[in-house]
């Protein structure tokens, strides 16, 4: 049987929703989800990784669709929509984990997909249906008259809402946010909150760490600096830029053990009575930092802040 586009609404019409506690059409809201992501040309090629966009889309259609009432994880229906015998979805392992996926293990939860999972991928057959945009409407029709009959009508309103973008924009604005213990309850909007973070913060400091400077961004955008808190977000919640700096994943792991503080100058500060190195070169010594300015974002109102700065030094009692 070819598989063109009607075979795929057939395929839509028999995906599978979870029965326990009324329909929870899981599946339906994440392919809604993959289709907005082709729509905006967040995804150009078949792969989809689980990344802040498509996690902060999944939110906004599973709040917005749902009234509030499914809590579901992204990770069920990303795995479970691979499982069909005749299955349109499919799972690219990361090298050395095929085995995982080929025993049926239960990728159920992000961590183990993310843990094993390079990204998902439709059938070729579907991706190019999808770069169709009258095609492309077709299957959200389809989608909406099943699962989520009268609502195509806000469901294109939404599709104009690029979700991820717009937090971090918001957030840009507005210098970051404090959350309540409540907003970070929910595990994706939790990982939204982090990507935006440190989006936020990697554009602040043209992507570099801001002790040793270092800067490498991969073809596909990942990046070994990360959005690092001054004071920590498990404890303050503080997701402020002023809270937050640029480091190298070394750095950040040194800097959250107290290996280094920054003083009221902007000053590295390397204690000298935390650990031995043996640097293959002496350029390469945490020590050889000590004294040196960090660096700063181009906006002096995003420069870290002093009360984060000192709370840092007390707490690991580096003077
Ligand atoms: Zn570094």
Known sequence: MSKDLSHYIRQIHKLRVNKVGGQAPYQPLLLLSLIELVEQDIVIDNCFAISPELISIFIKYRDRLSNGYYQADLAQPFYHMSKKDDAFWHLEPKPGHEEVLRSGGRLNTLKKLKDNVLYGYFDLELFEILQNRIYRTTLISTIIDQWFPGEFEKVKELLQIHSFEQLRLRLKESGGAIYSVEDVK???????????????????????????????????????????????????RDDHYTNGLALCKNHHWAFDRGWFGIDQDYQVIVPHN????????????????????????????????????????EAWKIV
Not at 274 to 303: C, K, V, W
């Open 186 to 236: 929910d595990e994706l909007v939790n990982e939204v909150r982090d990507a935006a973070f440190r989006k936020n913060l990697l554009i602040l400091y043209d992507q570099r760490c801001t002790f040793c400077k270092l800067r490498i961004v991969s073809m596909f955008g990942e990046n070994i600096v990360d959005g690092a808190h001054i004071k920590p977000f498990s404890k303050f």
């Open 274 to 313: 935390r650990f031995t190195e043996e640097p293959p070169e002496a350029s390469m010594s945490m020590y050889n930092f000590h004294g040196e300015r960090i660096s700063l974002p181009i906006q002096e109102d995003a420069y870290p802040s002093q009360e984060a700065l000192r709370w840092h030094r």
